[in-house]
C-alpha cells in the first residue's frame, strides 16, 4: 500500500527510497493541508543544502548544462538532485520531455534525483510549490539541488532567482546584453554563462555583458562573473561549477547567505498569506452577499475603488 | 495656477484643454486618494467609450499599425486617443519615444491625443492604472480609446487584453503559432493582423494561425479573423479596422459587450483589493509585533506556511 502519510513518507524518501521522494513532491505540487505538513517536516533540515538556479532563452542549453554539472559534482562524489520547471500551460509543456532525454545518463545513477515540475494552470502555485520541492530533496538527502528552468519568463526569472546561487545561461547572438537586462536577468544573476561559446559572436556578448555590469551601479560587494562554456563538448564545466563555488564561499563568508534566506523566507510567507488573502476576497466578490455589488458595477453607480473599499470593510 | 482637483480638471478635460487632460492621468499613475476621486468621476461616463488594445512582440510594427488607424478612423471623423503603454523598467524605457516619433504626423490634430505610460517599478501598478487613464480619456471626450503595448509579456497581455477589442499583431517569420500561444495571445486576441505582410513567409504564419484556431475547441461564438496588413505603406488598415467594427458590433449584438464590461470591473475591483490587502501585509510583516515570527523564519522553528497562518490572524 503506497502511503500519503507525510512523516511517513519523508522516512521513506530519506531512507532512500526513489518512489516516496516523488509522493511528497505531489503533495506538495497539489497544495491544501498535507504540503502544509510536508512543509513543516521538511523545512528544518533543508538549511543543509544548496540549491542553485539556471535560467536563460529557450534553446540556450540549459539542460545539457545541466546535465553536464550533475556529471561534475558526481565526479567530486556529492548526491545531487534536478527539479525541471515548466510554468507554461500543459499544452506546450512538452519541452520537458524532450530536455529530459539529455538527462538520461544519470537515470540509472542511484545518487542522482530528478522530477519535471509543471503547472496545470497555476502559475502563482509553481513559484510557491518549487522551493518547497527544493527542500523535499534537501530533508530527503540531497545536499545539493539544481533548479532549471524552460525560459526567462517572469515565473522562471522568479523561480531561478529563489536559489542560493543563480546561473544565467546566455548564447552567442541570443541576444545583447539590453535584453537580459529587460527580462530582470542582471538582476537575478550571480554567474553569467555564455554557452556555445564556440559560435560566433561569443567575444561580443561577453563584452556587452561586462559592459552591462559595468554601469550597473547596484552590484554590491560580488560582481557576477562570465564564464563561457560548450556544455554540449563538455567544455567549460568545471569553471561554471568553479564560478558556482567562488559564489556560495563569498555569500557564507560575508553572512549573506544567512540574510538572503531569512529574506527568501520571508517572501515566501508572505506569497501564502496573499494567495491566502486572495482566495477570500475572490470568494467574498462570487458570494450572494456581494450581489448588490456587483450590480452596482454593472449598472455603473459602483466604481471599482468603492467596491474594493465595501469588500475590505467586509473581509 | 494649475489645479489638482479632480473635479476642476475633468472640467478643464471636457472643456478641450489637453493639459488639464495630462494632469488626470498623471494622478491616477501616481494613485491614492486623488486617483480614486478621478476614478470615480469618470467611471460613469466611460461606459460611452470604446477601448481597442494592440499587442505583439516587440517590432511587429504596432504603433505604425496604430498610427494607421488614427489616421484611419479621424478620416472618417471621429476623435481618437491613445496610450502607449511600457511597463519595462525606465531605464531601457527608450522604446517609447523612439516609437512615438511615428505619431508625430498627428502630433497637431486638436482631436488626436497621444499619452505615453510606464511604471517606475511598479508593474501591478500600470495594469490597474491604464484602464483607468483610458476612463480619464473617455470622460474627457474621446470616444475612441487605443490601448497599445510595446511586448508580449505578461503585463503587456494584461493590459491590451482588458480592452473591448484586443488586436494582436504578428509578422511573418516572427514566430509560428505555438509561440503565440505560449504567450497567452491565442486567449487574448479578437483580430489578429499579419503585419509586413508583403515579407517572405505571411502566408504560413497566416495557415499556422488558422490551423491553431481550428485546434481551439474554447473559442466561443466569435473567431478572431486574421487580417493582412502592411502599416508602413498605409496598406491594409481599412481592413484591420473593418475587423474591429466588426468585433464591436458582435459583442453589441450579443449582449457580451456588457458582460465583458462587468467581468472587468470585477477584476478590477479584485485586483485593487488584493493590492490593498498586499500592502496590509507587508506593512505587517516589516512591523515590530513580527520580530519574534521573522526570528523564527530566521532560525528555521518556524516555517512559511505556519508564519503565514500567524499573519492572517492578526491581520
Given amino acids: ?38 512543509s513543516h517536516l521538511t523545512w528544518a533540515d533543508a538549511a543543509e543544502s544548496y540549491t542553485v538556479g539556471l535560467t536563460g532563452a529557450p534553446g540556450a542549453g540549459k539542460s545539457t548544462l545541466t ?21 507554461s500551460s500543459p499544452f506546450t509543456g512538452g519541452a ?14 542511484a545518487d542522482v534525483f530528478i522530477r519535471s515540475m509543471a503547472t496545470r494552470g497555476h502559475v502563482g502555485g509553481l513559484a510557491l510549490a518549487t522551493p518547497q520541492a527544493a527542500r523535499v530533496l534537501a530533508a530527503s538527502g540531497y545536499p ?22 543563480t546561473v544565467v545561461v546566455m548564447n552567442p547572438g541570443w541576444g545583447d546584453a539590453v535584453q537580459a537586462n529587460k527580462a530582470g536577468l542582471l538582476e537575478a544573476a550571480d554567474v553569467f554563462v555564455i554557452n556555445k561559446a564556440d559560435r560566433p559572436g561569443a567575444a561580443e556578448v561577453h563584452r556587452d555583458l561586462e559592459a552591462m555590469l559595468d554601469m550597473h551601479l547596484d552590484l554590491g560587494p560580488w560582481r557576477p562573473p562570465v564564464v563561457e562554456a560548450v556544455a554540449a563538448r563538455g567544455e567549460g564545466i568545471e569553471g561554471v561549477w ?25 517572501e515566501e510567507a508572505r506569497e501564502i498569506l496573499v ?5 477570500q476576497a475572490d470568494a467574498l466578490l462570487a458570494s450572494d452577499s456581494s450581489a448588490e455589488l456587483r450590480t452596482g458595477l454593472a449598472n455603473r453607480t459602483l466604481d471599482p475603488h468603492e467596491a474594493a473599499g465595501q469588500l475590505l470593510q467586509r473581509l
Same sequence: chains 1, 2.
Avoid at 554539472?69 to 527539479?83: D, I, M, N, P
Avoid at 520537458?96 to 545513477?109: F, N
Wanted: glycine share 10%; proline share 2%.
Fill in 144 to 165: 545539493l539541488v539544481l533548479i532549471e528552468t524552460v525560459g526567462v519568463g517572469q515565473v522562471e526569472v522568479e523561480v531561478a532567482g529563489a536559489a542560493d546561487t
Fill in 275 to 279: 494567495r491566502t488573502l486572495e482566495a
Fill in 67 to 87: 546535465s553536464g554539472l550533475v556529471g561534475h559534482v558526481r565526479k567530486l562524489g556529492e548526491r545531487v538532485a534536478v527539479l525541471a520547471v515548466d510554468p
Fill in 1 to 38: 500500500m503506497r502511503s500519503t502519510d507525510p512523516a511517513t513518507l519523508l522516512a521513506a524518501a530519506r531512507a532512500g527510497e526513489r518512489g516516496a521522494i516523488g509522493r511528497l513532491i505531489s503533495l506538495v505540487e497539489r497544495g491544501g493541508d498535507s504540503a502544509k505538513a510536508v
Fill in 96 to 109: 520537458i520531455l524532450g530536455d529530459r532525454v539529455r538527462m538520461q545518463e544519470h537515470a540509472i545513477d
Fill in 242 to 266: 568553479d564560478a558556482v563555488l567562488s559564489h556560495r564561499a563569498h555569500l557564507e563568508s560575508t553572512g549573506e547567505l544567512a540574510r538572503r534566506r531569512q529574506r527568501r523566507a520571508q
